[in-house]
């Protein structure tokens, strides 16, 4: 039966994995957000990841609905900004404690619209809240919720603290950009040149569009969309002299590559834009979940997790800083799970032949 300790290294170390995966944090959220959770002990969880000047660009939440959500992305200047606010924004704010600031909350914010129309909208009650700082600045913050009477205590704070350096490992490395693949999901959608009009929205456009929770891109997550978002609009100024240009957004998930083309003019003379919405994923959490499934400790999965990077045995051993004769050992338990006899065969087996 593995112990509360032992169960905690695990959420760690599958956290630090996914934390190392180079895709930054947008695209990790919903994975991240189910480790978190499971670490600390919460009913849900979201991180919220912010801008180089501490402004919300998007978020990921567990289990919010449609309603809260909109409000969140097209509404958060007008009702969520006040003295009784104790929102993202809020908690951004440096200096300041970095943790539990919205866990004992004055009387006042159980009468705030931070309250009423986005936790408890969403069947929360209690918040714990982590703010991610890198180099000086807010850059990501942790909620986690309960339900019902179990309010959040220091216990709980200190075990969501432990996740701060590798938020910080997924926000700060670079995001690589080889390890996208496009998906299946695909949608487009007709608008003038100018980008303002909106002539057609395909069904499948439309459920990429509401799947990105990007604050600020006039995205309404509520009924049907009809305008072209903001990141429409600014491809449709950059056409100006060209066929074609694209722009990447990183979403829950994934990745969403948008891109414009100019179409030609129709009979009348009206010239039109063709964008194309593609869910690009990242291929290295699908060789992350193959890690974590193999049946072996942490320190071992973090050997296989080298090997499925492409690196040596050599590399792993720089990682972990074991010897290389209890490398020896490390490796035929590791080999064992995976049904292989070196490494070689690990790591093609770990990314199913993919480069």
């Known amino acids: 039966m593995p112990t509360k300790k032992s169960t905690a290294r695990r959420k760690l170390h599958a956290l ?87 866990a004992r909350p004055d009387k ?13 909208a969403s069947g929360h009650r209690h918040s714990l809240d982590l703010r991610i700082d890198l180099e000086g ?22 075990a969501l603290e432990q996740v701060t350096p590798y938020l910080q ?24 040149v100018s980008g303002e009009r909106l002539s057609m929205l395909d069904e499948d456009a439309e459920l990429l569009l509401k799947m990105c929770t990007l604050v600020g891109q006039d995205i309404r997550l ?34 969403l590559e948008v891109t414009a083309r100019r179409l030609t003019a129709l009979e009348d003379g009206a010239e039109q834009v063709l964008v194309t919405l593609e869910l690009e994923e990242p291929r290295r959490l699908e060789t992350i979940d193959r890690v974590l499934a193999l049946d072996v400790s942490p320190l071992q999965q973090k050997i296989a997790f080298v090997a499925a990077l492409g690196g040596s045995r050599g590399d792993s051993l720089s990682a972990t800083g074991i010897s290389n004769e ?17 490494w070689e065969k690990l790591t093609r087996e770990l990314n199913l032949g993919r480069p």
């Open 222 to 255: 509520c009924g049907p969309i009809r305008s072209p978002p903001r990141v429409v609009r600014e491809l449709c100024a950059r056409l100006q002299g060209r066929a074609i240009v694209r722009e990447t957004l990183p979403i829950p998930g994934g990745r």
């Open 16 to 102: 630090d994995l996914l934390c190392r995966a180079g895709t930054g944090i947008a695209p990790i959220a919903p994975a991240a957000c189910r480790q978190i959770r499971e670490l600390v002990g919460a009913d849900a969880a979201s991180i919220f990841w912010l801008d180089e000047n501490g402004l919300p660009q998007g978020f990921f939440h567990e289990d919010s609905p449609e309603s809260a959500r909109d409000l969140f992305v097209n509404e958060f200047e007008r009702l969520f900004i006040g003295p009784a606010e104790l929102n993202v924004t809020a908690l951004a704010r440096t200096p300041g404690p970095r943790v539990g600031r919205i």
């Open 137 to 158: 600045r807010a850059r990501a913050v942790v909620l986690l919720f309960r339900s019902g009477q179990r309010a959040f205590e220091t216990t709980d704070a200190s």
């Open 326 to 342: 209890a490398l020896k050992k490390h490796l035929a338990a590791i080999y064992a799970a995976a049904g292989v006899d070196s």
């Open 108 to 120: 006042a914010y159980f009468s705030s619209n931070t309250f009423n129309l986005l936790v408890r």
């Open 169 to 192: 490992q997924a926000i700060a490395s670079p995001v690589t950009q080889q390890l996208w693949s496009c998906s299946a999901r695909r949608g487009h959608m007709l608008i003038d």
